[in-house]
């Protein structure tokens, strides 16, 4: 019922700046909440930053001052601006959405993940 398609990542310098994109589709009613988590390897999966549909953010004190988290209501997009990276900001990069969907003319709440997108900072 719910799509998100990640852009975005890739390898890049110490020091340099990626934007990472998630676009939500499909029979959304409402979006609550969308995030950005990452999950290096041997590593749990952990929250970076998330937004809610007023705009309230919070961030991972590690990545605070260095990425931002904005939204495009209109576009149920969300994206993560990262600047400074560091190489241990090397990981897999994964939005998650929570938000009321449709199934048939019934409401749901609900969370998910996207694809998942690689994001590789070497030193």
């Known amino acids: 019922q719910v799509q998100l398609v990640e852009s975005g990542g890739g390898l890049v310098q110490a020091g340099g700046s990626l934007r990472l994109s998630c676009a939500a589709s499909?029979?959304?009613?409402?979006?609550?909440?969308m995030g950005w988590y990452r999950q290096a390897p041997g590593k749990q999966r952990e929250l970076v930053a998330g937004?809610?549909?007023?705009?309230?953010?919070n961030y991972a004190d590690s990545v605070k001052g260095r990425f931002t988290i904005s939204r495009d209501n209109a576009k149920n997009t969300v994206y993560l601006q990262m600047n400074s990276l560091k190489p241990e900001d090397t990981a897999v990069y994964y939005c998650?959405?929570?938000?009321?969907?449709?199934?048939?003319?019934?409401?749901?709440?609900?969370?998910?993940w996207g694809q998942g997108t690689q994001v590789t900072v070497s030193s």
């Open positions: 499909g029979r959304i009613f409402s979006i609550n909440a």
């Open positions: 998650k959405l929570d938000c009321t969907y449709y199934i048939g003319t019934s409401l749901r709440r609900g969370d998910y």
């Open positions: 937004i809610t549909i007023s705009g309230s953010t």
